[in-house]
């Protein structure tokens, strides 16, 4: 198989500067609060099941979508960003970034669960 790398393992690859800042940006040792882009805010009431069905849903979608490029070079292909379009990164490391702020939910998910 050519698939280039794991999300969150740059043993495979090496993450250019901006790359490993933006990763870094992405998980939960970032150091202080990067704003979230209005696109990216959540609206509504929260509902505990209904976020864990949707971040679920999220991480199986991610899954699959890794299983369908296994025969693509992650390092190769440079998709867009959705929030700012002219910001382009090697797939590798938006999986890197994925994995990482994974990481970030679940501390915060984690500190939630102590103060409750």
């Given at each position: 198989s050519k698939h280039s790398s794991e999300p969150g393992n740059t043993a495979s690859w090496k993450p250019g500067f901006i790359e490993r800042k933006f990763i870094?940006?992405?998980?939960?040792d970032a150091g202080g609060k990067t704003p979230v882009p209005k696109m990216f805010e959540p609206t509504g009431t929260w509902d505990r099941e209904t976020t864990r069905?949707?971040?679920?849903d999220a991480h199986a979608r991610l899954l699959a979508a890794d299983a369908q490029a296994s025969?693509?070079?992650l390092v190769k292909v440079k998709p867009a960003s959705a929030a700012l379009p002219l910001f382009r990164m090697r797939m590798a490391a938006w999986l890197a970034a994925c994995a990482v702020h994974a990481d970030y939910h679940l501390g915060q998910a984690d500190t939630l669960k102590h103060k409750l």
């Open positions: 870094a940006m992405c998980g939960p069905t949707r971040l679920k025969d693509t070079d």
